[in-house]
Structure formats: structure tokens, C-alpha cells
């Protein structure tokens, strides 16, 4: 289980994260919503160590993630918006890079066969900078999944995506799922984040303003709660 | 890089005229002024094409002490510099007319040591400018100030160097610049990790 204990961010004297609590358990996939400004990115910038709170923790199996960082980032897969790619390498170049980073056995191979999980087979030898967005997005979620991430964090990954490029995401996800990955998904698509998920929640002002299962409510109930915390003042 | 270094040292012998003494008790100063303004530059481009791109978080992410991510970012700016101030040596030595005489050695020595010492704390600091929106102004600003007993060390063991000393009269210098990199890269191995991380 991951447990998240009393987590704080500040930046220029404001509250990003204020004091969050809850628990992720494994082998389920969470989606967190919310509006601008609401914490979302913190949170997985947090979760994925890039940055270090103010106050709190974020606890893996009774363990504080900060204190063997390096051990924890093996665990972990990230997509977001940025795709961390290097635009002058190729991308089998990119993916190999990535895989001797994560000392993945054969690298080579391991990028070829991601390379043709994602589509882009054909196109191994050209250079990212040569590639669209959704082609550089599919090449992120390869790198992403490099190293068989047991946690799979994933931060607004549709944007810029075109349909296929978000069906092979979705596919993902869903092939994630089905082998007890846990996924810890940020959407502003109420409707794609509801059907992804077994737990849903909403962030509001570094606060969680609301939490649920899916299985407990439809996505019609689920969208007018969500649409009333959004329009309500504080948190609620 | 390579050719401001080279530019430099071309324009200071301009200033000479050729064969003076003057040319010779100047060139150990106009030697360090083109290495460590070269050396800037390349510094200034350790991490800011990956923080443009993004890619430095991908490295960020990767299961590795990020202390050696600092040694891959410093080994990487040291190999660039040491070549460039390999290229240009026979340059300044050529244009400025010096005498080395079997000295070789310990001038390898001391460029070895100050720039071992220039870019471990350049590295540090290049991450810790390479958010900020002036950059290139900061870099030589923070820099240069903590730089300057590598500076002094490497001009005046240089200075012995062409005055044809021995290597008994370079050994203080060397001391300096020995402990100054120990010193540093075990700091900034340390530190790199909270430089880092936002």
C-alpha cells in the first residue's frame, strides 16, 4: 500500500499541497482530478521524487520513499506532458539510453520489441525532432514502460494526443491493470478517468475535497458531485 | 569552444609585440583567461539543452545515486575542455613564443588539476543557474569568486612552469589545487541531489 502522510508543498509562500492524506492500494488504479492549481502535478512530482515536500511523507510498505529515493525510482514509471525524450538522438537510440539507465537486460532488444508495441517500428532510426507530438507521446509511454514499472504514474498523458495515439495509451493502461500494476492517473476528462479507474479523486486548493470508489456510484453521479465541489467555495 | 579559445589567444598576441617580454610574463594570464572563458561556455550548456527539452527529468527519474549523474555531467564538461585547452597549448606556445624545455609534465599536471577543480564546482553551479532566466549572466558570477584560488594556483604554477622551476617550487600550487578538487567534488557529489530536486 502506498500511504501518503500529511504531505505539504510550498512554493513562493503558497500552499501547493496542504497536509495530504490517503492511501493508494496496490494493483488499483487512481484517478485524481481537479482543477488548475489544485496540487495534481505536485502530488506526482512528489510521488515520483523529482521534488521533496515541505512537511509529510509518502510511505511504500511502512517505508519513506525519500529514504532510499534511488530504490523506489526502479519501481516507478512516469508519462507526462513532457515526454523526457532527447530530440537528437533517434528513438532507438532514446529507448536504449533509457533501458541502460534502468540497467535493463538487453536493451537493444527490449527497445525493439517496445518500438513495436508502441508502432513506431518503422521509424527506429529516425530522430525524435522528426516525429509529431502523438508519435513522440507513443515513444514515451515505451520509455515509460522500460523497466516494468510496478507503479505507473501518469500526468495529463492525453494532451496532444490524437485517437489512436490515446487508444494505444488507453490499451495500456488497461493491459497495465490487468497485471496488478498499480497506476496513479491525473486527467481533466472526468469520463475517461472515471472508466479507467477503481478509485476517483478530487483535488481541490492541496486538499483532497473528495474521494471515492467507482463501483459505489455511476459516472452521472459522479460528474454532479464533482461539478458541485468545483463550484463550491473552501474545500468541502 | 574551441574556437573563442582559440580567438582569445589570437587577439591578446595581437596586443604584443612579438617576442617581448612583456608577451611572456603575460601569456600564463592570457592562457587561464582564454581556458576558463571557453571552459564558461561549454558549462553554460551542461544541462540547458535537457532542462529546454525536458529530458533531464527522464534522467532525474532513473533508479541512480544522483551524485553520479554529477560525475557523469562533470567527467563529460572535463573531456571537452581538456581537449580544447590541448588544442590551443601548441597555439599560445607558438604565438607567444614560450620555452617549456622538457616542462611538459608539470604544465600537464597543473591544467589537469585546475581543470578538474573548474568544472567540479562549474557543474554544481551550471544546475544551479540553469533555471534561472539569466543564465549565462549567473554562471560566471557565482563562478568566478569561488574560482579564484584555482585561478591564482594555475597562473602562478604556470608562471614557475615557464620561468623553467622546478618541480619543488610547483608543488605548493599543486597542494592547493589537489585539495580544492578533493574538496569540492566531494561537496558537490553530496549537494548535487538537493540542487537538483525542486
Not at chain 1, 452521472?220 to 468545483?230: A, C, D, G, K, L
Request: glycine letters at 6%.
Amino acid at each position: 500500500m502506498i500511504k501518503v502522510k500529511e504531505l505539504t508543498k510550498i512554493y513562493n509562500q503558497q500552499f501547493a499541497l496542504s497536509g495530504l492524506n490517503f492511501d493508494i492500494d496496490y494493483g488499483k488504479c487512481l484517478c485524481i482530478l481537479g482543477p488548475n492549481g489544485a496540487g495534481k502535478s505536485t502530488f506526482i512530482r512528489i510521488l515520483s521524487t523529482l521534488s521533496r515536500p515541505n512537511q509529510g511523507d509518502i510511505f511504500i510498505d511502512g517505508k519513506s520513499v525519500f529514504e532510499n529515493p534511488a530504490e523506489f525510482r526502479r519501481k516507478i514509471g512516469l508519462i507526462a506532458h513532457a515526454t523526457f525524450l532527447y530530440p537528437e538522438l533517434t528513438a532507438a537510440e532514446n529507448l536504449k539510453f533509457y533501458a541502460t539507465l534502468y540497467r535493463v537486460p538487453k536493451p537493444e532488444k527490449r527497445a525493439d520489441a517496445l518500438l513495436k508495441t508502441v508502432g513506431l517500428a518503422h521509424r527506429s532510426n529516425d530522430r525524435v525532432r522528426t516525429f509529431s507530438r502523438g508519435m513522440q507521446q507513443r515513444l514515451a509511454i515505451a520509455r515509460a514502460i522500460l523497466n516494468e514499472p510496478e507503479i505507473l504514474l501518469l500526468d495529463e498523458p492525453y494532451t496532444g494526443l490524437d485517437q489512436s495515439a490515446s487508444q494505444l495509451l488507453t490499451d495500456r493502461i488497461l493491459e497495465l491493470k490487468s497485471e496488478n500494476r498499480t497506476i496513479v492517473l491525473i486527467t481533466h476528462n472526468i469520463q475517461q478517468g472515471f472508466q479507467l479507474a477503481d478509485k476517483i479523486a478530487v483535488f481541490k486548493e492541496g486538499r483532497i475535497a473528495f474521494e471515492a470508489e467507482t463501483g459505489d456510484m455511476t459516472e452521472s453521479e459522479f460528474q454532479q458531485r464533482y461539478h458541485e465541489i468545483i463550484a463550491a467555495g473552501g474545500n468541502n | 569552444m574551441l574556437v573563442f579559445c582559440l580567438l582569445v589567444v589570437v587577439i591578446f598576441s595581437f596586443t604584443f609585440d612579438p617576442g617581448s617580454t612583456y608577451s611572456k610574463e603575460a601569456a600564463p594570464g592570457i592562457l587561464w583567461v582564454a581556458f576558463t572563458f571557453s571552459g564558461m561556455l561549454g558549462l553554460n550548456r551542461t544541462f540547458s539543452q535537457e532542462v529546454d527539452t525536458g529530458s533531464i527529468h527522464g534522467v532525474l527519474l532513473a533508479p541512480l545515486d544522483r551524485g553520479v549523474i554529477y560525475l557523469g555531467k562533470m567527467i563529460g564538461s572535463f573531456i571537452f575542455m581538456f581537449l580544447v585547452e590541448f588544442i590551443t597549448l601548441p597555439v599560445i606556445i607558438i604565438f607567444f613564443d614560450l620555452n617549456l624545455e622538457g616542462h611538459y609534465l608539470q604544465l600537464f599536471v597543473i591544467i589537469f588539476l585546475a581543470t578538474i577543480g573548474f568544472v567540479a564546482v562549474g557543474t554544481l553551479f551550471s544546475a544551479m543557474t540553469v533555471h534561472t532566466k539569466t543564465r549565462e549572466l549567473m554562471l560566471p558570477i557565482l563562478l568566478f569568486p569561488v574560482m579564484i584560488p584555482v585561478i591564482l594556483s594555475a597562473v602562478n604554477a604556470t608562471a614557475s612552469i615557464l620561468n623553467l622551476e622546478e618541480w619543488s617550487k610547483i608543488l605548493g600550487w599543486i597542494r592547493i589545487l589537489s585539495a580544492f578538487d578533493i574538496v569540492f567534488i566531494t561537496l558537490s557529489y553530496l549537494t548535487f541531489d538537493f540542487v537538483v530536486e525542486e
